[in-house]
């Protein structure tokens, strides 16, 4: 009887909860965010607004409900207005809580919340994201607006790339012939074209007499079934593509030889003549991707090729938001065109777990959704605007075993490694949370001892932090027993993934970067271990047990651990402060070191050299010119973060490797740096030189939430990415007269932007269906009363109208000036039509944004 007592008294507690919700429809309500003033009070905040409109027929309430949203930036809590709090949840996550001040809004009227954003703001990535209602008296569940709209910046706001200094940066591009470009693309080792064509037709044959060779064979027969859309007849001797074996070209090396009468590709290895391959295809007119062809002409050249470095990689973040299947292998496809060879996958962090581990259903089934939570006990809180249910394909997802088995099938096809990351000891809130699920859910069935075998917290630790990305329980605690455990238990799924898919696993990245200060200085754990190992004296010595143990999870297995910068520095002091040197413990243990910070200005500028220096394997991912998700200029409408730095594609095609000092120019604000930043820093030795395996371009995804999103950031840069990884270093990184530097730097530039215009984006706008690629912005000069444009990828179409309306692929072609009359708007089109970002002219006569 008490129990069904007990169950009336909910019911009707439920009822009542339901009854205090308003009857008020979000729908009805739009949202909209801007700027008020980007220099508040004259300093480097932003006074922002959030204005909600009631398009419906009822009142919205003066209070019982909260606004959540996410946004990267810091907010003064008390709103100016004077009507709200802003106040920080946990990570990137925000409530605005409107106060005994703030108004109902009847319908048809609108509530101003003006609040300081500690920053100022430059581009639409700026503003917050994905607002959503939660009412007080229904807290478990949140509701989208009908509409959430961003105001545009001023365009006349002071330091923003205008279309005239597009313009400029322009003007030094040499257009050059197509017929005079190299047809090969990234350039090879030795390239010469001859007299000459080859006519690819029907009735050519693939032969191949050496069997290590039939993968490649088949894809390329397939490649020129597709071309010409029709089987291949029997072969003339004269007219046949030859793919032989010679000793010689190492692992990814290739000869490609191309006469009238035949084509011979010879290499030592699969992967050399899969690359010879791909050189090739590059030779194909870029109309073999947009319609089925009656016959190709092929330029007659010698070529012979192989890469600079060994390690060419791309990381791709799918963690803060997740890409599907489909979009990896798209991906990879380009990947292997440009030959670059290892796809680090980020597949785990604060905001989502990403890859099936059948031992750990709870790493999935809690950690790769995202909505509106405040404990996080059953799923992750919404991150970087996933809004407050599952339905959002960015925050909520994940590869199934069977998924991404055959990522890593497609993988090594194209020869391309994958390498999972697991994120560990920080950015590793998805798996601290998926486990203590797990706990809750054995505890429940009372299995104690079975629920703490794969814990990554104390429940007693009260150590206070906060990481960069403002989570306050985002480290796995390495004191832990069960810490390892889980490692061990990751890895082992992991390789019976790759042993499934026949694919290789060399390496594993762990992590290991953006540790907070004050991690586990109160762990009851951390207490417990220093009793047992007197080596450990300090919370920094927890560092080297962790990864030292890790590693010896890892050499069992015959794998390598790979990490951030930090898992090869050891904590120290220097003239009594704070300082990190490479850590000389783990020199000789083979480990591999991805490099991201050389931040101009903050000091670790050298960063890299000193690991290279030091002995460690080291991959440069640097944010000053690998990183895909930095802002291409200081413009509105170019997304993508700015903290490192503003980082377009010549960015990717100018860096050095060995030497990045030498061209840097700028800082991460777009300002001439001070040279003297780089005195006293690490120079690379010969031996470090040795020690710098390769070069990584990194997307970080907390900007990049759908599939055009991410190939507009990663495309094409990632084609100068493979220019820089695989050809021979350019004469101009060397050349000690800085005059004929820069001459013969804008040479190669010219060629490079060339080839992209008039070769490579032709083929991308169809291959595949077609890739979202970046199109640039025109460059627009007003001058003597006419307007002059010109595009950064030359071979590119630039169309205009001078009525106000936004240019189409079917508006005048600009063939040259244009009268500064009406409203003249500019754009670049692709080979398919598709339109860029629009250059217009300014209420003050110079053109803007």
Sequence with gaps: MRRIIALIVIAFANVAAFAAVPVFNVKNLSLTWEVVDNNYKNKQQSLTALIITNNGTETLPAGGWKIYFNSSRNFIADAVSGNAKVLQVNGDLYSIIPNQNFKAIKPGESARIEYICENVVINYTDAIEGPYFVWDASPDKGYLPGNFIIKPLDPKYPGLVTPEVIYNQNKSIIDIPADKLPKIVPLPLSYQETEGMFKLEPSTKVISADPRFAKEQAKLSAFLMKAFGMQFTSASASNTITLGYKVGFGKEGYELSVKPNAIQINATTATGMFYGIQSLKNLCPSAVYADKQKSMDIPCVEVKDSPRFGYRAVMLDVARNFQNKQQVLRLLDLMGAYKLNTLHMHLTDDEGWRIEIPSLPELTSVASKRGHTLDSKNFLPASHGSGPDFSNPAGTGFYTVADYIEILKYANDRHITVMPEIETPGHARGAIKAMQARYNRLVAAGKKTEASKYLLYDAGDQSAYRSVQYWNDNVIDVSLP?????????????????????????????????????????????????????????????????????NNILKKKNITLAGWEEMALRKTTLDGRPAYVPNPQFVNEGMQVDVWNNVLGDGQEDLAYKLANAGYKTVLTCVTNLYFDMATYKSWDEPGYYWGAFLGIDKFFSFIPFDYFKNTDVDKNGKAIDRRMFVGKQRLTDYGKENIIGLQGALWAETVKTPQQMEYMIFPKLIALGERAWAKDPAWTTELDSAKAKQMYNEDWSRFVNVLGKRELPRLAYEGGGYAFRIPKPGVMLKDGKYYANVQYPGMVIRYTTNGAEPTAESPQYTGPVDATGTVKFRVFDAKGRGGNIAQEAENDKPAI
Excluded: C
């Design 482 to 550: 069960s810490t390892y455990t889980f490692v061990e238990r990751v890895v082992d799924d992991l390789v019976a993934m790759y042993k499934q898919a026949g694919a290789p696993l060399p390496v594993i990245h762990f992590g290991g970067d953006e540790v907070p200060a004050h991690v586990w200085e109160k762990s009851p754990a951390y207490e417990a271990l220093k009793k047992t190992h007197p080596e450990i004296k300090n919370t920094g010595d927890l560092w080297y047990y962790f990864y030292g143990r890790v």
